[in-house]
């Protein structure tokens, strides 16, 4: 029988227990660099017993910031400070995993003085942002934008990169044929709608090594609402999901629309994850909606998913998972309100869960 604490390993990173915290954007940044803030939430989390951490968003482009307080590693700069963090998460026997992404026109920023780049110029259903059709030239750069920050993740000490191809950003509108019109090798059918997200793992991996971790988040299917019914569909996402299986990605996170379930709903997309599973010989991580022990223990051992992520419980209690294992496997304090999404695109950042006040 499986558990949230067997310990196992991906490529060759060794994991205490199944249980990853999923990146959730903090704010806590200064013009992308760490603070004091964001130390103590990684350290907290650390110490909190989960076995993987995988970080907010990270942009990679400095000519991009695409939300207020979101971290960056778009150049050198970085690399010391993120150092100082992944030996910190490190002396708790904690992994932690730098995410990785290219926003696009799904942006919060002032896009009067940014050029926003989209697979195609349409109007962002979300943001309004009207962006420019890339061009050939700026897939390339942008490719090499993500292996550079992969690589520099790797320097500073970080077990591994996700991919973030998931949730309406750039990655994931080459995916949607609402948001690619295009009629080159990029556009039209999935086959060349996935070459983007499959040609920038393959630059990423040709930098790093082929040893390196490297993870994909990825929709199940996109949001309606984000792309009025005609965006990435479930088979679309298998299809990719395979190919980078074939490729060699050491694991990927399903994820998708989970702003629309209600809080007495759990793992929003287990039924598609574990369809997943079952056809790719790569483990699937399981995001939403998880917040039971004694559910996540019976996905662990009724589906062919072989870890769990969450993020808002984590915010209600940085201790849930040790508590846990100390024998009270009571459900999260969190009732997924949401509040702490508001806190994400406020001025002060997540300073903390309201049922904690």
Known sequence: MKTLFDK???????????IFRSATSENLAYEGHLT??????YEDLANGGVGTIITSFTYIVQSEHPFPGMMG??????????????????????NIILEIVYCGSFTMSNVEQEEILAPSPIVNLFTKVQPKEMTKDDISLLQKAFSDAALRAKQAGFDGIQIYAAHGFLLSQFLSPYYNRRTDEYGGPIENRARMVLETYDAVRQK?????????????????????GQGMTFEDCRYVCGKLAEMGINAIEISGDWLHFSPQQEAY?????????????????????????????????????EYLSLARPLIAEPNLIKRWQNGDTSKAKCISCNACLNQAVSPKGIVGCFMNR
Request: glycine share 6%.
């Open 36 to 41: 004091k803030q964001l130390y103590k939430v």
């Open 8 to 18: 196992t390993r991906i490529g060759n990173m060794n994991l205490k227990n199944r």
């Open 73 to 94: 590693i778009y150049d050198d700069s970085f690399i010391e400070e993120y150092k100082k963090l992944t030996d910190m998460v490190h002396s708790h026997e904690t």
């Open 269 to 305: 997309f287990k039924e598609e994850a574990g369809k997943i599973a079952a056809e790719i010989d790569i483990p699937i991580i399981l995001v939403g909606g998880n917040r039971n022990y004694h559910s996540m223990v019976e996905t662990l051992n009724q589906t062919p998913i």
């Open 208 to 228: 790093v090594g082929a040893e390196y971790p490297i993870f994909v988040k990825i929709n199940n299917s996109d949001a309606a609402g984000q792309t009025k």
